[in-house]
Nanobody, 120 residues
Framework: VQLQASGGGLVQAGGSLRLSCKAS????????MGWYRQAPGKQRDLVAT???????NYKDSVKGRFTISRDNAKNTVYLRMSTLEPEDTSVYYC???????????????WGQGTQVTVSS
């Protein structure tokens, strides 16, 4: 199973970006999917998660600015980021809990990370 993230870049404060992350490989079902971020010298923090049923959880500081969504048919999770702030500058990582077959309990896989830089 591989997760391929894309969509990062450099944007001015107040701007928007959309991140995408597609899972591929031996996939029977995907349970939770999510986005995390890690700034230099800091721990990796949860940004947003979405369950297979569509329940969503956000980090407080991104509520109202970020929107997570998923396309189950495409095994893809998205993160729409608006009104970006310099404090949002980080490497963003996607993850997914992937069930590989009927007998599997599921394992967590991570994407490679995509850099988001917000200039002031």
């Amino acid at each position: 199973v591989q997760l391929q993230a894309s969509g990062g870049g450099l944007v001015q404060a107040g701007g928007s970006l959309r991140l995408s992350c597609k899972a591929s490989g031996s996939i029977y079902r995907i349970n939770d999917m999510g986005w995390y971020r890690q700034a230099p010298g800091k721990q990796r923090d949860l940004v947003a998660t979405i369950t297979s049923g569509g329940s969503i959880n956000y980090k407080d500081s991104v509520k109202g600015r970020f929107t997570i969504s998923r396309d189950n048919a495409k095994n893809t999770v998205y993160l729409r980021m608006s009104t970006l702030e310099p404090e949002d500058t980080s490497v963003y990582y996607c993850n997914a809990v992937v069930v590989k077959n009927f007998y599997d309990y599921g394992h967590t896989y991570w994407g490679q990370g995509t850099q988001v830089t917000v200039s002031s």
